[in-house]
């Protein structure tokens, strides 16, 4: 008989069933160390920049909002003081950090100007624009389900690369594209009963977010397509180690990490070395090898992950307690290039599943579940 557990921040569980042959992307299934011969560091031989399309904002501009049949409310462009600053961002220039082996990151302290308040007030504005959910899933090994409620707040936007949203020109000022189809980027077939797009309704990433997704692929030097959001409403909310290396975001992803609001450490550690052949690693071959970084991302900071560290690190934002535990909240903005249709259905599995919406409540200073007005 299956045993059923529920928990908070899930660590040493298995990991759930992959999907279709790919590995899955929720960092709560990996839980560190124990399940690192889980981690999927092969890539499927397609590369990085070969494919130019990206899904836009097939949303309406006209009217100051976002719009589309899968958003459960329309969300509004970025204030004009924000829009008007996105020009001049980066604000600072990017440090590589790459002293460490298999490690290549950018870090931009801050990307998001910090002075004037910039960066607060696009973490205010987001956390109050977009839809939430906090998802819950089962994963089953060994004859044992395990009930994973995700510690923290998440949303995701976007299409994989072989696939565009209808219309995206012809919606604007209402032109009467219907926006609700997806076709094949090389055929132009209607591809939305697609299996990977039946589960999930794929949503195209809304005005605010895609204005700082141009900005971040000139500062990378790449193109993206998905932007997934975590809220961490307070110190209990994390992500526990792992490393964003599914096989449909190709051998080398790069990924556009961004930090609004409260400060909050950013552990990195390579994952193991297999010994050399024939000999034992010792300690003090590992830790000459590599040492774990912390780097205690600031609101407005960005880090560029490229090269081999997907393949080669796993990262983390673990707990806070004690008088740090109650931080104001942190939002976390990250963009990044699927390729290949089974990304999309994992991203929107792990970052919106089939729970509640929900939004922030000014009154409340809470997350609240979100109801239709009838
Ligand atoms: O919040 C962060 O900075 C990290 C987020 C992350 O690792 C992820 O979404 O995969």
Not at 72 to 89: G, M
Not at 193 to 199: G, M
Request: net charge positive; with cysteine; charged share 25%.
């Amino acid at each position: 008989m299956s045993r059923k557990r529920t928990i908070d921040a899930f660590f040493g569980a298995p990991k759930p069933k992959k999907p279709r042959g790919i590995s899955t992307s929720s960092p709560e299934t990996f839980g560190g160390d124990a399940h690192l011969d889980g981690l999927n560091t092969s890539g499927n031989g397609l590369k990085e920049l070969d494919a130019a399309i990206v899904p836009g904002t097939a949303t309406r501009k006209s009217d100051g909002y976002s719009t589309h049949p899968t958003y459960p409310f329309p969300i509004p462009h970025l204030p004009p003081a924000l829009a008007a600053e996105l020009t001049s961002w980066p604000a600072s220039l990017g440090r590589v950090i790459n002293e460490q082996p298999d490690l290549d990151l950018l870090y931009f302290e801050p990307y998001v100007a910090r002075g004037g308040g910039s960066a607060r007030s696009l973490f205010e504005f987001l956390r109050s624009e977009l839809p939430f959910y906090r998802v819950e899933y089962d994963i089953n090994r060994g004859g044992t389900s395990t009930h994973i409620r995700t510690p923290r707040w998440t949303t995701v936007f976007g299409l994989d690369d072989t696939s565009r949203f209808s219309s995206s020109s012809s919606s604007d000022g209402g032109g009467g594209g219907d926006m609700t189809k997806i076709l094949d980027v090389k055929t132009g077939c209607d591809v939305s009963a697609d299996k990977f797009y039946t589960r999930y309704k794929p949503r195209p990433i809304p005005k605010c977010l895609d204005d700082l997704r141009l900005s971040a692929q000139v500062a990378a030097g790449c193109e993206f397509n998905f932007c997934l959001v975590n809220y961490y409403a307070s110190g209990a909310d994390s992500i526990s180690f792992h490393s964003d290396d599914e096989r449909f975001l190709g051998p080398l992803p790069a990924i556009a990490s961004f930090s609004l609001g409260a400060r909050r450490d950013f552990l990195l550690k390579h994952k193991p070395v297999p010994p050399p052949p024939g000999g034992e690693h010792t300690e003090a071959m590992r830790n000459a090898a590599s040492k774990p970084l912390k780097l205690p991302l600031a609101s407005g900071d960005m880090i560029l992950m490229r090269g081999l560290t997907q393949a080669n690190w796993l990262h983390s934002i673990p707990k806070r307690t004690g008088k740090n535990a109650t931080d104001g909240g942190r939002i976390n903005i990250t963009f990044r290039r699927a390729l290949v249709k089974p990304g999309t259905d994992n991203y929107y599995n792990y970052n919106v599943g089939t729970g509640p919406v929900y939004k922030w409540d000014a009154a409340s200073r809470e997350m609240r579940p979100w109801k239709k007005n009838l």
